[in-house]
């Protein structure tokens, strides 16, 4: 079946270092992956998204990079502070048109 | 812009009692609509989406039903809630399929 993992569950890093979140999709027909970012007791915040015609795409100090080849995404964050301690989540439409979502990745940031 | 409310923020209820979520979209017309349940420590399951007013799809057989009364105005109901119906329950907007999902601020249901 479908599906979206993500290669670490946990992640924790110290304040000011830059995070490295991973995910791995099964559907080499998606063309539209999306990044979440979840505080506990809050819904999902968008976070940056790609199209499959691209294979980097920047925001402020998050990247989101594209392996088709390999059907990998992953999400950096430069700088990472306190405040981007959440659970981050990766997703994707099938072909279905549901949005498809990964597990999560949760990121602690150490002071 | 465009902001999406839900509310309670919280409920707690017991087994076999009646159940209503709402969620309104403001700043959009005829968005698509989805409610979404999330387990403890787990991935969002959605639960039913809605193109229109009165067009309602269910993704898995459950205890739950939905209802589009106006065009941005999403209820989540049941009639007799179960254990099993307790998680965190998320509404969200797209401006239509396959468009960037966004996502309330959630309810977090409790049956006992």
């Known amino acids: 079946g479908e599906s979206v993992g993500l290669h670490l569950p946990t992640l924790s890093v110290q304040e000011g270092d830059n995070s490295i979140i991973n995910c791995a999709y099964s559907n080499s027909a998606s063309d539209y992956f999306i990044w979440y970012k979840q505080e506990s007791g809050k819904g999902p915040q968008f976070i940056i998204d790609i199209r499959s015609n691209m294979d980097k795409r920047q925001g402020q100090r998050v990247t989101v990079l594209l392996n088709k080849t390999v059907k990998h995404l992953s999400l950096q964050i430069a700088a990472t502070q306190p405040g981007d301690s959440a659970v981050y989540f990766c997703?994707?439409?099938?072909?279905?048109?549901?949005?498809?979502f990964g597990q999560g990745t949760e990121l602690s940031v150490k002071p | 812009s465009q902001t999406i409310h839900q509310w309670p923020a919280t409920l707690v209820q017991p087994v076999g009692s009646p159940l209503s979520l709402e969620c309104t979209v403001e700043?959009?017309?005829?968005?698509?609509l989805y409610w979404y349940r999330q387990a403890a420590g787990r991935g969002l399951q959605l639960l039913f989406y809605s193109v229109g007013i009165g067009q309602i799809s269910s993704e898995v057989p459950q205890n739950l039903s939905a209802s589009r009364p106006q065009d941005r105005q999403f209820i989540l109901s049941s009639k007799k809630l179960l254990l099993s119906d307790s998680g965190f329950y998320l509404c969200a907007w797209s401006v239509g399929a396959g468009d960037t999902q966004y996502f309330g601020p959630g309810t977090r249901l409790t049956v006992l």
């Open positions: 700043g959009t017309s005829n968005p698509n």
């Open positions: 997703a994707f439409y099938n072909q279905g048109g549901k949005l498809i």
